[in-house]
């Protein structure tokens, strides 16, 4: 019996430590196949992106590279005088001075006639200025296109060096190819290809840089390899080359590692390939060190695990001798000593545990007395109360916890009725319902009303359960409650948060929404009318921008005091539905209309009192919207519509009164959606067009501005004022797309007007340097209107200035016109957009200034060219001594702070003749000019400039 379990220890210890390094093993020869898989794919995803790095820079610097020369002879080729293609020594003269293309040329350049014959070259070399160029890819290419080419490249029939060509056109006035300025450079040992490359010690494989259209290496880490066919691309192997990484066979079979990257300016193919075997060496070298520690560790485990597995079995050993020991008598019984691992432990636990089951069994009488008395001490220590009837519920047993929440002590409840609690809250149906649930299911849960000793009335959760015999007869009721009013007055706070604004201790939208449901339906049943009136504080946001959002929030709670001051019934309700906007819902009214416009107008004299917050004192104004039921609308959504669209027609008309709503404020929102549909196919449809009010210059009669307005001619409602869509667009976001057409057109008239200049000569303009000096201004400039929306949506800072650039157009005969709200908040994105316009030169226009909150504070902080008089101050000019104060006042400033003023909205000669008197710089309106299309307007103002010398500015002016 003894050697049973010895050999079983012993078996198991051989068995396990077989198993264990088996596993091992194998587990080390897939890992060591697994890591060369993976180590295999991860260096070479390293490779291939560091590969691909070297090869993207290598493009990009080539195609940087590249651009700057077309750009540079671009530029030159656009000072060259179409009347020095007769003059080759006016050529020479010309291309000496401009000696910083000599740096990007080093074979230097040559004016092309249009016939192909070089006219002048620098610098000179014998034969080259004769030589015909006529059946040279890159003089076709720039003659037929009229755009700059990059020519494949050559040996130099003079050099007889490898050179790279790059041709620009020269153009005459019209826009005509009238010749070609042509540079070129050498590719070994210049400075245009081999610098971007990497030295061949660098790198393990190659870098060729290969022209695809004639399948030449251009330029390589390999010397050997310039200007010489290249066999893959010969083959037509790159003809559908996607730009990347990745293991490509070339045609000699060899596996490598290939990453290409096109030249966009040249259409050459940068390409670095590197052997796989080269690549795949250090994975290689890794599975070997692997294998052979693999296994050393190996034997050393299995080792490691016999010495491991004798030690952890030794207490099973030692314990089956005791047992062996105690079973033949040898030793007393008694418990095995705990040792070794968590299982075996287990099981010398639970052998002890047997002999413990009889002392168990002995005990256990005491063990229930015990589970009594805890008992009883649950019953007395425990937080809940709890209370014990007899089956005719006669108190029996009260619990310390039940004398503390009712107040009561012990001995005044026992033998007495629960009824002694009683609220007097809940009438005797709700008591026949709990004791009928009580008896049909033995129990009964819920919340109850009780009253304390001292008469306070609490709320409890109470839970009523009946406790039988085996005979099911009612022993005992047993009552387990606890106080909730802490819970109660939570759930009142919760509720109070959830239905009252936090601020104005309104009634929110939520509760709003079902007093109107509840006042309906009172309404329906009564055949009675119920009015709404949604209520909105004008400029409010003006309040919080200039004097705070804390001035604004008491003003907010004053306002909500005002209107409630102003309903009478307790039916009303005035309810805060968010930001500076509350609706008022009056019920049971005998004359509705009568009734809700006398309560609107208390409510427009209340708000027009003044606030006055800490040391300011505030004014502002409201506009209401009146709707009724049941005569414009029959449910909760409708009537809030209505009341709606009735307020945006009092805002519309001037604010600071109440509008009732009628069916043409629904058919005019209807009309509104679908002018929003209409407009999103508008421009596509060329339905828009640009109007130009001419802006005059007051001292001199002369129209020396413009404003582009915008028109829309849709194709069945006619002719839409801007006034309906301008907001739509601003809303939809449509405003964006339509304002960059806008600037384009606009931007293209700026162009003709300037070709029509007295300053321009033969399209140049001779008074851009005392202008970009700050000397003088633009002589004539179109205004665009610039949406607020355009400045947070898209990059119109670059677009824009993109534009102008490409098309030649002089920035300072553009002028951004913009409205003193968007410089409220400074916005970093609206401020890094405004710096731009104003960097590049274009000026910038405050639109209806003096109508905001505080335009006057913003003055002196932004850079403004132009201020813009609003019409409302112009109109009255002439019989308001106020307005006309405010205009010179105006103007003044204006001039005192460096900039000018223009007057809008002149319509009599008075207004006209007054602003001058006061300074005024410009002035635009209908008693000037009117509105005009652009051909209109283009053959109103511009005037033919005959082509003179060029001349200075001084000259000029």
């Given at each position: 019996?003894?050697?049973?379990?010895?050999?079983?220890?012993?078996?198991?210890?051989?068995?396990?430590?077989?198993?264990?390094?088996?596993?091992?093993?194998?587990?080390?020869?897939?890992?060591?196949?697994?890591?060369?898989?993976?180590?295999?794919?991860?260096?070479?995803?390293?490779?291939?992106?560091?590969?691909?790095q070297t090869v993207e820079h290598v493009a990009s610097s080539l195609?940087?590279?590249?651009?700057?020369?077309?750009?540079?002879?671009?530029?030159?080729?656009?000072?060259?005088?179409?009347?020095?293609?007769?003059?080759?020594?006016?050529?020479?003269?010309?291309?000496?001075?401009?000696?910083?293309?000599?740096?990007?040329?080093?074979?230097?350049?040559?004016?092309?006639?249009?016939?192909?014959?070089?006219?002048?070259?620098?610098?000179?070399?014998?034969?080259?200025?004769?030589?015909?160029?006529?059946?040279?890819?890159?003089?076709?290419?720039?003659?037929?296109?009229?755009?700059?080419?990059?020519?494949?490249?050559?040996?130099?029939?003079?050099?007889?060096?490898?050179?790279?060509?790059?041709?620009?056109?020269?153009?005459?006035?019209?826009?005509?190819?009238?010749?070609?300025?042509?540079?070129?450079?050498?590719?070994?040992?210049?400075?245009?290809?081999?610098?971007?490359?990497?030295?061949?010690?660098?790198?393990?494989?190659?870098?060729?840089?290969?022209?695809?259209?004639?399948?030449?290496?251009?330029?390589?880490?390999?010397?050997?390899?310039?200007?010489?066919?290249?066999?893959?691309?010969?083959?037509?192997?790159?003809?559908?080359?996607?730009?990347?990484?990745?293991?490509?066979?070339?045609?000699?079979?060899?596996?490598?590692?290939?990453?290409?990257?096109?030249?966009?300016?040249?259409?050459?193919?940068?390409?670095?390939?590197?052997?796989?075997?080269?690549?795949?060496?250090?994975?290689?070298?890794?599975?070997?060190?692997?294998?052979?520690?693999?296994?050393?560790?190996?034997?050393?485990?299995?080792?490691?695990?016999?010495?491991?597995?004798?030690?952890?079995?030794?207490?099973?050993?030692?314990?089956?001798?005791?047992?062996?020991?105690?079973?033949?008598?040898?030793?007393?019984?008694?418990?095995?000593?705990?040792?070794?691992?968590?299982?075996?432990?287990?099981?010398?636990?639970?052998?002890?545990?047997?002999?413990?089951?009889?002392?168990?069994?002995?005990?256990?009488?005491?063990?229930?007395?015990?589970?009594?008395?805890?008992?009883?001490?649950?019953?007395?220590?425990?937080?809940?109360?709890?209370?014990?009837?007899?089956?005719?519920?006669?108190?029996?047993?009260?619990?310390?916890?039940?004398?503390?929440?009712?107040?009561?002590?012990?001995?005044?409840?026992?033998?007495?009725?629960?009824?002694?609690?009683?609220?007097?809250?809940?009438?005797?149906?709700?008591?026949?319902?709990?004791?009928?649930?009580?008896?049909?299911?033995?129990?009964?849960?819920?919340?109850?009303?009780?009253?304390?000793?001292?008469?306070?009335?609490?709320?409890?959760?109470?839970?009523?359960?009946?406790?039988?015999?085996?005979?099911?007869?009612?022993?005992?009721?047993?009552?387990?409650?606890?106080?909730?009013?802490?819970?109660?007055?939570?759930?009142?706070?919760?509720?109070?948060?959830?239905?009252?604004?936090?601020?104005?201790?309104?009634?929110?939208?939520?509760?709003?929404?079902?007093?109107?449901?509840?006042?309906?339906?009172?309404?329906?049943?009564?055949?009675?009318?119920?009015?709404?009136?949604?209520?909105?504080?004008?400029?409010?946001?003006?309040?919080?921008?200039?004097?705070?959002?804390?001035?604004?929030?008491?003003?907010?709670?004053?306002?909500?005091?005002?209107?409630?001051?102003?309903?009478?019934?307790?039916?009303?309700?005035?309810?805060?539905?968010?930001?500076?906007?509350?609706?008022?819902?009056?019920?049971?009214?005998?004359?509705?209309?009568?009734?809700?416009?006398?309560?609107?107008?208390?409510?427009?004299?209340?708000?027009?009192?003044?606030?006055?917050?800490?040391?300011?004192?505030?004014?502002?104004?409201?506009?209401?919207?009146?709707?009724?039921?049941?005569?414009?609308?029959?449910?909760?959504?409708?009537?809030?519509?209505?009341?709606?669209?009735?307020?945006?027609?009092?805002?519309?008309?001037?604010?600071?009164?109440?509008?009732?709503?009628?069916?043409?404020?629904?058919?005019?929102?209807?009309?509104?959606?679908?002018?929003?549909?209409?407009?999103?196919?508008?421009?596509?449809?060329?339905?828009?067009?640009?109007?130009?009010?001419?802006?005059?210059?007051?001292?001199?009669?002369?129209?020396?501005?413009?404003?582009?307005?915008?028109?829309?001619?849709?194709?069945?409602?006619?002719m839409v004022s801007p006034v309906e869509f301008i907001p739509i667009?601003?809303?939809?976001?449509?405003?964006?797309?339509?304002?960059?057409?806008?600037?384009?057109?606009?931007?293209?008239?700026?162009?003709?007007?300037?070709?029509?200049?007295?300053?321009?000569?033969?399209?140049?303009?001779?008074?851009?340097?005392?202008?970009?000096?700050?000397?003088?201004?633009?002589?004539?400039?179109?205004?665009?209107?610039?949406?607020?929306?355009?400045?947070?949506?898209?990059?119109?800072?670059?677009?824009?200035?993109?534009?102008?650039?490409?098309?030649?157009?002089?920035?300072?005969?553009?002028?951004?016109?913009?409205?003193?709200?968007?410089?409220?908040?400074?916005?970093?994105?609206?401020?890094?957009?405004?710096?731009?316009?104003?960097?590049?030169?274009?000026?910038?226009?405050?639109?209806?200034?003096?109508?905001?909150?505080?335009?006057?504070?913003?003055?002196?902080?932004?850079?403004?060219?132009?201020?813009?008089?609003?019409?409302?101050?112009?109109?009255?000019?002439?019989?308001?001594?106020?307005?006309?104060?405010?205009?010179?006042?105006?103007?003044?400033?204006?001039?005192?702070?460096?900039?000018?003023?223009?007057?809008?909205?002149?319509?009599?000669?008075?207004?006209?003749?007054?602003?001058?008197?006061?300074?005024?710089?410009?002035?635009?309106?209908?008693?000037?000019?009117?509105?005009?299309?652009?051909?209109?307007?283009?053959?109103?103002?511009?005037?033919?400039?005959?082509?003179?010398?060029?001349?200075?500015?001084?000259?000029?002016?």
């Open positions: 019996m003894r050697a049973f379990p010895v050999r079983r220890v012993l078996d198991l210890k051989a068995t396990i430590s077989i198993f264990t390094v088996a596993l091992f093993v194998s587990t080390i020869w897939v890992l060591a196949h697994y890591v060369e898989e993976e180590a295999s794919v991860k260096i070479k995803k390293v490779l291939a992106a560091e590969q691909y195609d940087e590279a590249v651009r700057l020369r077309i750009n540079a002879l671009t530029d030159a080729a656009y000072l060259i005088n179409p009347e020095w293609m007769s003059r080759p020594d006016l050529l020479h003269a010309f291309m000496a001075t401009h000696s910083p293309l000599h740096r990007f040329f080093n074979m230097g350049m040559v004016v092309i006639s249009r016939q192909g014959i070089g006219l002048a070259d620098l610098p000179n070399l014998e034969g080259r200025e004769k030589a015909s160029h006529t059946e040279t890819d890159y003089f076709r290419e720039v003659v037929a296109t009229g755009r700059p080419a990059v020519g494949k490249p050559i040996l130099d029939p003079l050099t007889h060096k490898p050179v790279l060509n790059i041709a620009v056109p020269i153009k005459n006035s019209a826009n005509e190819v009238i010749g070609v300025l042509l540079g070129g450079n050498q590719i070994v040992g210049g400075d245009l290809l081999s610098e971007r490359l990497p030295k061949q010690a660098q790198t393990d494989g190659d870098l060729h840089i290969i022209s695809l259209k004639d399948g030449l290496v251009v330029s390589s880490t390999n010397p050997g390899r310039i200007m010489q066919p290249d066999a893959e691309a010969s083959a037509g192997r790159y003809r559908e080359v996607h730009e990347g990484s990745g293991m490509v066979v070339n045609s000699q079979g060899v596996e490598s590692l290939s990453s290409a990257k096109k030249v966009p300016s040249t259409g050459w193919l940068v390409v670095a390939t590197l052997p796989a075997a080269i690549a795949l060496e250090p994975v290689k070298s890794l599975q070997r060190e692997i294998y052979k520690d693999a296994a050393i560790a190996s034997a050393a485990i299995a080792l490691l695990l016999w010495l491991f597995l004798h030690r952890q079995l030794s207490p099973l050993t030692r314990s089956a001798r005791i047992i062996d020991a105690m079973a033949d008598g040898r030793e007393a019984l008694r418990p095995l000593p705990l040792e070794g691992s968590a299982e075996i432990r287990r099981l010398l636990d639970s052998f002890n545990k047997l002999q413990e089951h009889i002392k168990a069994q002995q005990q256990s009488l005491q063990e229930h007395e015990e589970q009594i008395r805890l008992a009883a001490s649950v019953f007395e220590g425990t937080s809940e109360a709890i209370l014990v009837s007899s089956p005719d519920n006669c108190i029996v047993s009260v619990n310390r916890a039940f004398c503390k929440m009712t107040g009561y002590e012990e001995k005044e409840l026992i033998g007495g009725n629960p009824k002694l609690l009683q609220s007097g809250r809940h009438d005797r149906a709700f008591y026949q319902a709990m004791w009928s649930q009580l008896k049909d299911t033995g129990q009964w849960q819920g919340e109850i009303w009780n009253r304390r000793k001292n008469g306070e009335i609490y709320p409890e959760r109470l839970t009523v359960s009946t406790l039988y015999d085996e005979a099911r007869r009612v022993l005992n009721y047993i009552a387990i409650a606890a106080d909730i009013t802490h819970q109660k007055q939570a759930e009142a706070v919760i509720w109070q948060q959830a239905n009252y604004d936090l601020l104005t201790s309104l009634p929110n939208r939520r509760l709003l929404q079902e007093r109107m449901r509840h006042a309906l339906e009172q309404a329906r049943q009564g055949g009675l009318s119920l009015a709404v009136l949604h209520v909105d504080l004008d400029h409010f946001n003006e309040v919080n921008d200039t004097l705070g959002h804390d001035c604004g929030d008491r003003m907010l709670i004053e306002a909500g005091k005002r209107i409630s001051s102003c309903v009478e019934a307790d039916a009303d309700t005035v309810a805060d539905i968010g930001g500076d906007e509350f609706v008022v819902v009056l019920g049971a009214l005998a004359d509705p209309a009568s009734e809700a416009e006398q309560v609107a107008a208390r409510i427009l004299l209340a708000i027009a009192e003044p606030f006055f917050i800490d040391s300011e004192t505030v004014f502002i104004s409201a506009s209401i919207g009146v709707t009724l039921y049941p005569g414009d609308a029959e449910d909760i959504a409708g009537l809030l519509i209505n009341a709606n669209q009735a307020k945006q027609i009092a805002q519309n008309e001037g604010r600071d009164r109440y509008c009732r709503f009628t069916a043409s404020m629904r058919q005019t929102a209807q009309t509104r959606t679908q002018l929003a549909n209409d407009m999103r196919g508008a421009l596509a449809g060329n339905q828009f067009e640009v109007y130009y009010q001419p802006i005059v210059n007051l001292a001199t009669g002369r129209i020396v501005k413009a404003e582009a307005l915008l028109r829309w001619h849709h194709p069945e409602r006619g667009a601003e809303e939809t976001g449509l405003i964006s797309e339509i304002g960059d057409w806008v600037f384009r057109e606009a931007a293209q008239m700026a162009r003709r007007w300037c070709d029509c200049c007295e300053f321009s000569v033969n399209g140049v303009c001779a008074a851009i340097d005392a202008i970009d000096a700050g000397a003088s201004s633009c002589p004539h400039q179109i205004t665009i209107n610039k949406s607020p929306r355009q400045f947070f949506t898209g990059r119109t800072d670059e677009t824009w200035i993109a534009y102008l650039r490409e098309n030649h157009i002089y920035p300072n005969s553009i002028t951004i016109e913009i409205t003193e709200g968007l410089l409220l908040d400074q916005h970093p994105e609206v401020m890094e957009k405004f710096k731009a316009f104003r960097g590049i030169g274009i000026q910038i226009a405050l639109d209806d200034f003096g109508t905001g909150y505080s335009a006057m504070s913003y003055l002196k902080k932004f850079d403004i060219d132009y201020l813009k008089i609003d019409r409302s101050f112009v109109r009255d000019l002439v019989t308001d001594p106020s307005d006309r104060a405010i205009a010179e006042a105006v103007i003044a400033m204006a001039h005192k702070l460096g900039m000018k003023v223009v007057a809008e909205g002149v319509e009599t000669i008075e207004q006209r003749d007054l602003l001058a008197a006061a300074g005024c710089d410009y002035g635009q309106g209908f008693l000037l000019a009117e509105p005009m299309p652009a051909a209109r307007f283009a053959s109103t103002v511009f005037t033919p400039v005959r082509s003179t010398p060029r001349t200075t500015l001084s000259a000029v002016l």
